[in-house]
């Protein structure tokens, strides 16, 4: 049975579940520290996802980002990641219908995300949960 709660409390296991994660992300990602663990769950939506069947071992996460511009506040999931041996039995969904609960407890009008064409299970997990392909042209602008 899959568990989804709000992380609250960094740990040595939470550190350890996000170094065995985000590699299977992103392969050019850094790995965030404790104090970046720390201060992304300060903010109240960053979930985690726990399999009671593997003594409540951390097997995926997900980033909710909300914020407030002008025309009402508006939330973006982030970061979704399910431990590869894992995948297709329905924890992504967990995670993004939890942020959601949480983006409408926050006041969101919106809920918006992005994903790689390439990660098509992820594309349909999105569209079976209710999200709608936009008309959009995404643009990034590279600091480093």
């Known amino acids: 049975m899959i568990v989804i709660e709000r992380l609250t409390d960094v740990t ?30 300060s903010n109240d939506s960053l979930f985690i996802a726990r399999d009671t069947e593997q003594g409540g071992r951390i097997v995926g996460s997900l980033t909710l980002v909300t914020f407030r511009i002008p025309t009402g506040v508006r939330s973006w999931i982030e970061d979704v990641v399910v431990d590869q041996a894992l995948r297709g039995k329905g924890i992504g969904e967990a995670l993004t219908r939890a942020g959601l609960e949480r983006a409408a407890e926050l006041g969101a009008r919106t809920v918006d995300l992005t994903s790689r064409p390439s990660r098509e ?19 990034r602008y590279t600091i480093l």
């Not at 065995?20 to 769950?41: D, G, K, M, W």
């Not at 299970?121 to 643009?139: D, H, I, M, T, W």
């Open 12 to 41: 040595d296991e939470v550190v350890a579940a996000f170094q065995f994660l985000i590699p299977q992300l992103s392969s050019s990602s850094q790995i965030p520290e404790r104090e970046q663990i720390a201060e992304i769950a």
């Open 121 to 139: 299970a992820a594309n349909r997990l999105y569209q079976r949960v209710g999200f709608k392909p936009r008309e959009s042209n995404l643009y």
